[in-house]
C-alpha cells in the first residue's frame, strides 16, 4: 500500500523498544459528506480502529465501522487508498515508541444501519456517529490537534483527500 503521510514527532530516541500497531480508517462518502464520528467535545474520527490478531484487515475495517457507527460495509467496494504512518512517544507507555499503520480505504455501505457497540471511552466522550463534511472535520478538529494526535491525524487524512471540493484519491 502506497505512502499517503508520515507524522513523526521525533520526541524519542533510537534505543527506545517500538510498540507497533495496524488500524483501519474508512473514507465512506455519501452527498458529499464523510461518515465520521463526532464527540460531545467537537471533535471528529474518521471511522476505523484496530486490526486484532485474528482477522485480515478488511474483516477489521468492516466490524470497526460496524461497531463505531452502525453502518454495514458492502466488502466487494473496499478500495485501497494509502497508509499513514505515525510515529511518536506512546501517551500512554513511558519510554516506548508508539508506531501505528493505518491503511485508508474507501468503501461504500448498505442502506439502513445496525445497533453500535462502541467502546466506553467512546461513549464518555458522546461519540456518534454523522455525515459531515471535509470543511466540519478539518475546523472541526484544529483545536485537538496538539492534544489529540488522532484529531490531527484524521485532519491531514481529509486535507489530503480532498481537493476542488470532492474527495479525490487513486482507486
Known amino acids: ?26 473514507i465512506i462518502v455519501r452527498d458529499g459528506r464523510i461518515a ?26 468492516c466490524r470497526e465501522v460496524q461497531e463505531e457507527s452502525g453502518l454495514v460495509i458492502i466488502p466487494d467496494s473496499i478500495c485501497e487508498i494509502g497508509e499513514v504512518l505515525e510515529r511518536r512517544r506512546d501517551l500512554f507507555e513511558q519510554g516506548v515508541v508508539y508506531e501505528c499503520h493505518s491503511l485508508v480505504f474507501s468503501c461504500e455501505v448498505q442502506e439502513g444501519m445496525t445497533e453500535t457497540k462502541m467502546t466506553q471511552s467512546e461513549i464518555d466522550k458522546g461519540f456518534r456517529m454523522v455525515w459531515a ?29 480532498w481537493k476542488d471540493g470532492e474527495m479525490r484519491y487513486d482507486g
Open 133 to 161: 463534511t471535509p470543511e466540519e472535520i478539518m475546523r472541526g478538529n484544529e483545536p485537538f490537534c496538539e492534544s489529540q494526535p488522532w484529531s490531527y491525524r484524521d485532519r491531514e487524512i481529509v486535507r489530503l483527500l
Open 36 to 61: 465520521a464520528q463526532r464527540g460531545d467535545a467537537g471533535d471528529y474520527k474518521l471511522l476505523g480502529g484496530g486490526v486484532e490478531e485474528s482477522e485480515t484487515v478488511r474483516e477489521a475495517l
Open 1 to 26: 500500500m502506497k505512502r499517503l503521510l508520515t507524522l513523526d514527532k521525533g520526541n524519542y530516541t533510537p534505543e527506545m523498544p517500538v510498540h507497533i500497531k495496524y488500524s483501519t480508517r474508512a
